[in-house]
T-cell receptor, first 114, second 114 residues
Framework: DGGITQSPKYLFRKEGQNVTLSCEQN?????MYWYRQDPGQGLRLIYYSQIVNDFQKGDIAEGYSVSREKKESFPLTVTSAQKNPTAFYLC?????????????FGDGTRLSIL | AQSVTQLDSQVPVFEEAPVELRCNYS??????LFWYVQYPNQGLQLLLKYLSGSTLVKGINGFEAEFNKSQTSFHLRKPSVHISDTAEYFC????????????FGRGTSLIVHP
């Protein structure tokens, strides 16, 4: 079955450490997205990518970085510059044609500070 | 620009009772509308979507929503809820001809009591 796989499910970060969250999709979707979810705040867009080797900042990109070297993969790095990284991170993908296509989501990675 | 307001952060209801989760949007152009459900520690799943045509949209798990252009609303309903419907529900909107990045509401937590 096609879908999105996020790993790991739980991740712990030490002070000053960069950590990378993995996101892989086999839906053959062009577009991929990273969201941060905090209780009561809905989903906030961190980065998105329409095609390989191109990505755009979302609303809260500071302290995060991404790469898109393959169509299937869109890893997110939470850098030490992100002072409040504790959150639930969701990766999504969609067909990038018009705004009428729904997004498909992975099961998320929960990041906590040690 | 577009925006989404989910008027209730939490909706408690007894099992087998009907429920309505409210969603209002703001946009100066035509929109596409989506409802997603999120179970604990999981990603979002598409419940239903309105693209055009009939204003009453039926989705999975017995949910339906009605698009009301004059009131700019897209409320989600279910005539009889089950314990298993306990989850977070998100309304999302995207503009026709927009950036293809949907705007999400803050979510409504549906709590079904036995």
């Amino acid at each position: 079955d096609g879908g999105i796989t996020q790993s790991p499910k739980y991740l712990f970060r030490k002070e000053g450490q960069n950590v990378t969250l993995s996101c892989e999709q086999n839906l053959n979707h062009d577009a991929m997205y990273w969201y941060r979810q905090d209780p009561g705040q809905g989903l906030r867009l961190i980065y998105y990518s329409q095609i390989v080797n191109d990505f755009q900042k979302g609303d809260i990109a500071e302290g995060y970085s991404v790469s898109r070297e393959k169509k299937e993969s869109f890893p997110l790095t939470v850098t030490s510059a992100q002072k409040n990284p504790t959150a639930f991170y969701l990766c999504a993908s969609s067909i990038w044609v018009t705004g009428n296509q729904p997004q498909h989501f992975g099961d998320g990675t929960r990041l906590s500070i040690l | 620009a577009q925006s989404v307001t989910q008027l209730d952060s939490q909706v408690p209801v007894f099992e087998e009772a009907p429920v309505e989760l409210r969603c209002n949007y703001s946009s100066s152009v035509s929109v596409y509308l989506f409802w997603y459900v999120q179970y604990p520690n999981q990603g979002l799943q598409l419940l239903l979507k309105y693209l055009s045509g009939s204003t009453l949209v039926k989705g999975i798990n017995g949910f339906e929503a009605e698009f009301n252009k004059s009131q700019t609303s897209f409320h989600l309903r279910k005539p009889s809820v089950h314990i298993s419907d306990t989850a977070e529900y998100f309304c999302a909107v995207n503009r026709e001809g927009g950036s293809y990045i949907p705007t999400f509401g803050r979510g409504t937590s549906l709590i079904v009591h036995p």
